[in-house]
């Protein structure tokens, strides 16, 4: 099985940032992607942010230019920094990973997995 542990959230004022970080553990071959995405009450679940294995990155309008999306391969973890947050920034986090998972050729498959969720509160 495979594993991912968000840590980070927390409330924090208008204009303040926090920075998440999740944490992939168990049978991982290789990660081919991570991203963060975000879930507000009574609206859906939306992609606030990606990063490809090679690099690239995606992230959602609304928070170009104040959030930053990195990760550490050695460690199997992704952050997300979020600076300038705004009271519109509120909802449950919850840390993606597109992966392949397996020790042996045979059982290689690929695989998502979400993690359980971190609260982020910003205050107004």
């Known amino acids: 099985q495979v594993q991912l542990v968000e840590s980070g959230g927390g409330l924090v004022q208008p204009g303040g940032s926090l920075r998440l970080s999740c944490a992939a553990s168990?049978?991982?071959?290789?990660?081919?992607?991570m991203g963060w995405y975000r879930q507000a009450p009574g609206k859906q679940r939306e992609l606030v942010a990606s990063?490809?294995?090679?690099?690239?990155?995606n992230y959602v309008d609304s928070v170009k230019g104040r959030h930053t999306i990195s990760r550490d391969n050695a460690k199997k973890m992704v952050y997300l920094q979020m600076n300038s947050l705004k009271p519109e920034d509120t909802a449950v986090y919850y840390c993606?990973?597109?992966?392949?998972?397996?020790?042996?050729?045979?059982?290689?498959?690929?695989?998502?997995?979400w993690g359980q969720g971190t609260q982020v509160t910003v205050s107004s």
């Open positions: 993606n990973a597109d992966l392949v998972q397996g020790h042996t050729y045979s059982s290689r498959r690929r695989a998502v997995y």
């Open positions: 168990g049978s991982i071959f290789s990660i081919n992607a």
């Open positions: 990063i490809t294995s090679g690099g690239s990155t």
